[in-house]
């Protein structure tokens, strides 16, 4: 079979999948072969994304994305669990070349009920390997909340059925308010779930939004999020770097209220403090400073964010960067989710480092 090495590469996964019994003989061939129509198709067909100046590197080269690292969060496909289940959901994610999911609850609506170890099976099945898990950070107005605060044995509990390497929130670090000594409590509770997690084998992880770039209402030149790195202990407590919202964080809070330069690099915090990073949410966005945040989200190649060269320093510039970061796909509200999916697999998978290595 004559083909690029992309499609070597997803046979090489494909053959991973194999050993775990998920695909073999004519599946394993009906799916490379799908792939290989999508990809024909996209290199001869010029669609959203391509013109917007940074350079997505398709074509020959090195890729960009290291085997066996994509995932996907699953609120992005919400509304296809809800109506059709889970395992509809991880048939396509598994034609799309996907290796790993970010669950975001543990319910399928209307499909139906399902056990943790139903869910754990049917994601080995498909081989998608679940990765992480978005659970709340507090509720404290209700002491039976699934969250961190409320019951984290429970939550611990689960994510260890789960079989999960990393169990975190989404939740801003809001809990006592937006002062140093407000993120220095909330770093505390972080570290007490994270001691928690290690105990059980997992990683304690915090996803961030535009917020938590923002400054500190007591010291109006403290930048929360160094506080929340500085209180942390690293050893307990890890990042998943939601790359849109921190573009959206740089147009909105480089300057300081009195208008004084704070300059913000999300891809500086990384190269900085690489262990800190296991997962990202690979989201894109098309630039507009007309809106509040600076950009529009949009399904992952369509918009500005340069994936090329973000996902190539990190890989290559950081201690086993190409065999310790995940790197999850998420839109909030994608038009057709399945679609976004699709897009947001072939896209990556195609980005080529250019021959300077970026």
Request: overall charge positive; aromatic content about 10%.
């Amino acid at each position: 079979m004559s083909r690029t090495s992309k499609d070597t590469e997803l046979a090489r996964r494909l053959s991973r999948r194999n050993i775990l019994g998920v695909a073999a003989g004519a599946t394993a061939a009906t799916i490379i072969g799908t792939a290989t129509a999508q990809a024909a198709d996209r290199d001869h067909a010029q669609g959203p994304g391509k013109g917007h100046g940074h350079g997505h590197g398709h074509g020959k080269g090195k890729p960009v994305l290291p085997p066996g690292r994509l995932g996907i969060q699953l609120y992005s496909l919400r509304d296809k669990i809800s109506t059709l289940g889970f395992a509809p959901v991880f048939a396509e994610l598994e034609k799309y070349g996907y290796d790993e999911i970010e669950l975001a609850g543990y319910t399928q609506g209307s499909a139906g009920p399902i056990t943790l170890a139903q869910l754990k099976r049917l994601a080995k099945d498909h081989g998608l390997n679940p990765i992480g898990s978005h659970v709340g950070y507090y509720d404290d107005n209700n002491p039976g909340a699934y969250t961190f605060a409320q019951n984290l044995e429970k939550v611990l509990d689960d994510a260890q059925a789960l079989g999960l390497k990393h169990i975190g929130t989404a939740s801003g670090p809001f809990r006592y308010g937006s002062t140093v000594d407000g993120w220095k409590r909330a770093a505390d509770d972080f570290n007490t779930y994270g001691a928690a997690a290690r105990k059980r084998g997992m990683k304690f992880y915090q996803h961030n939004h535009a917020e938590e770039f923002s400054f500190a209402t007591d010291k109006p030149k403290v930048r929360l999020y160094d506080v929340l790195l500085a209180e942390t202990d690293p050893d307990l407590v890890y990042l998943e770097m939601d790359i849109y919202w921190a573009y959206c964080a740089q147009f909105r809070f480089s300057k300081r209220a009195d208008g004084t330069k704070a300059p913000l690099d999300p891809l500086k915090y990384v190269l900085k403090h690489p262990n800190r990073y296991p997962l990202f949410h690979v989201k894109d966005g098309v630039r507009d400073d007309t809106t509040r945040d600076g950009y529009r989200m949009s399904d992952v190649g369509d918009g500005d964010i340069d994936y090329k060269t973000f996902l190539s320093k990190v890989t290559n510039r950081t201690h086993h960067g190409r065999s310790y970061h995940h790197w999850q796909a998420e839109h909030d509200n994608p038009v057709e989710s399945l679609a976004f999916a699709r897009k947001s697999s072939e896209h990556l998978h195609s980005l080529r480092e250019g021959r300077c290595g970026d």
